[in-house]
């Protein structure tokens, strides 16, 4: 007579019956296991299961270009025509300016660079001494800030063709008599 078996456990057949075998071949003969219950497969895909992060991320870069020969002599005539004696002088100034007040730029000798705003300043930017100006010809790339400044001893700005430098002093450009 046959012992009843638990899901998951082999069934023996009992000694003295009339398929009358050794303990070692029954156990040879072990039934498979049950089937798991229908949610098993459910649960084993979700064991497996790797959970993935999505993570996004905003970045803003604003890129300054040189203006039109066009726009410049526009910006500049409207500046008051004085001698030629008129020569210009660099003051202090505040470390940072905002991005947005930039209207082109120039570049100018050594590390220099020159900017025009809209507000009809000049400011010049001194890059960090192993950098050229003449990197800067088609101007340049800048990350937006939480302030939306491009500050001195902080900010980097990148070329066109790749190379970052650091802004080190920004000077505003006064037209001064003689």
Do not use: W
């Amino acid at each position: 007579m046959p012992l009843q078996a638990l899901a998951g456990e082999p069934t023996m057949i009992a000694p003295g019956g009339p398929d009358h075998e050794e303990p070692e071949q029954a156990s040879a003969r072990a039934v498979p296991p049950a089937p798991l219950p229908a949610a098993a497969p459910l649960s084993a895909f979700r064991e497996r299961q790797v959970a993935h992060q999505v993570r996004i991320e905003q970045r803003v870069v604003i890129r300054i270009s040189p203006q039109r020969p066009t726009a410049r002599q526009q910006l500049l005539a409207t500046l008051p025509r004085e001698e030629i004696e008129t020569r210009f002088e660099e003051r202090k100034m505040d470390k940072c300016l905002p991005v947005e007040r930039i209207a082109g730029v120039q570049t100018g000798s050594g590390n220099r660079l020159l900017l025009f705003l809209t507000d009809k300043r000049m400011v010049t930017v001194n890059l960090e001494k192993n950098c050229r100006a003449r990197d800067f010809y088609s101007g340049f790339y800048v990350e937006k800030n939480e302030d939306g400044n491009l500050c001195a001893s902080r900010d980097k700005i990148k070329s066109r063709t790749g190379v970052k430098c650091d802004v080190e002093r920004m000077r505003q450009l006064v037209a001064v008599k003689e």
